[in-house]
């Protein structure tokens, strides 16, 4: 069966130049001028990457991206104008699983459809059939211990606090937020930290490093921040 990718943009001449150019790379391709075409000609298919750019006419890609999130577990790839990084990050957000700026290179963005496919796929084995978070309020429990997001604590049993530095905990909350998720090294750095990083950036690594040993029953052998090799991290709130 072929891997399907939609993509939504207005640009004509963009959307016959992504098609023609994926259908020789053997997937099958969906193309939509605007969300509303996407809502009224997608339900019932099965998409496995959704190209949506973000400034189109009427419904916008962001507000897309969300309806596409709440449905399933589609991939998303933003495609943002140059200049505009509060559109990416905000996409980032949202749900999407990458961005790219416009205009792109089409073997770039076959690269990043391939890697977001990979991610997809990972996420179900890395996760397993562990639960989210319990969520009150402003707080997230996991294992023995409860993510205080809005007075940025964390604490262990009987209220026990947990020392963090500020970005360990931003790096914490950038997981905690997006459970059962694979999250690249660049996402997140956006997420934590708001900024962009290059992928190579192994930062991220030595923070998760020092946040295992402390929140980890056994930091050699992780239960709720876990490695996907080649693609990054999944935080999986029930330990499994």
Same mark, same amino acid.
């Given at each position: 069966?072929?891997?399907?990718?939609?993509?939504?943009?207005?640009?004509?001449?963009?959307?016959?130049?992504?098609?023609?150019?994926?259908?020789?790379?053997?997937f099958?391709?969906?193309?939509?001028?605007?969300?509303?075409?996407?809502?009224?000609?997608?339900?019932?298919?099965?998409?496995?990457?959704?190209?949506?750019?973000?400034?189109?006419?009427?419904?916008?890609?962001?507000?897309?991206?969300?309806?596409?999130?709440?449905?399933?577990?589609?991939?998303i790839?933003?495609?943002?104008?140059?200049?505009?990084?509060?559109?990416?990050?905000?996409?980032?957000?949202?749900?999407?699983?990458?961005?790219?700026?416009?205009?792109?290179? %089409?073997?770039? !963005?076959?690269? *990043?459809i391939?890697? &977001? $496919?990979? #991610?997809?796929?990972?996420?179900?084995? +890395?996760? @397993?059939?562990?639960?989210?978070?319990?969520?009150?309020?402003?707080?997230?429990?996991?294992?023995?211990?409860?993510?205080?997001?809005?007075?940025?604590?964390?604490?262990?049993?009987?209220?026990?606090?947990?020392?963090?530095?500020?970005?360990e905990f931003?790096? %914490?909350?950038? !997981?905690?937020? *997006?459970?059962?998720? &694979? $999250?690249? #090294?660049?996402?997140?750095?956006?997420? +934590?930290? @708001?900024?962009?990083?290059?992928?190579?950036?192994?930062?991220?690594?030595?923070?998760?490093?020092?946040?295992?040993?402390?929140?980890?029953?056994?930091?050699?052998?992780?239960?709720?921040?876990?490695?996907?090799?080649?693609?990054?991290?999944?935080?999986?709130p029930?330990?499994?």
């Open positions: 069966m072929k891997t399907t990718v939609a993509i939504v943009d207005d640009e004509e001449h963009l959307r016959e130049a992504v098609a023609e150019y994926l259908d020789l790379q053997g099958e391709v969906l193309s939509f001028r605007s969300a509303q075409a996407f809502r009224e000609g997608s339900p019932g298919r099965t998409i496995d990457v959704a190209i949506l750019d973000i400034a189109m006419p009427g419904e916008d890609g962001l507000s897309l991206a969300r309806h596409i999130r709440r449905s399933g577990s589609t991939g790839i933003m495609a943002t104008a140059a200049g505009r990084p509060i559109d990416r990050i905000v996409g980032l957000e949202i749900g999407a699983d990458d961005y790219l700026v416009k205009p792109y290179e %089409l073997r770039e !963005l076959l690269a *990043r391939k890697s &977001v $496919l990979r #991610r997809v796929k990972a996420a179900p084995a +890395a996760t @397993g059939t562990a639960t989210p978070a319990a969520q009150e309020g402003r707080s997230l429990k996991f294992g023995h211990l409860t993510l205080d997001l809005d007075a940025r604590r964390l604490t262990g049993q009987e209220g026990s606090p947990i020392e963090l530095t500020a970005m931003d790096l %914490l909350q950038a !997981l905690a937020t *997006r459970p059962n998720r &694979v $999250l690249s #090294r660049g996402q997140l750095q956006e997420f +934590a930290h @708001g900024r962009s990083a290059d992928e190579s950036d192994r930062s991220i690594d030595i923070r998760v490093t020092r946040l295992r040993k402390k929140i980890e029953p056994d930091p050699e052998h992780p239960r709720f921040i876990k490695t996907v090799r080649g693609e990054g991290y999944v935080f999986v029930g330990g499994a």
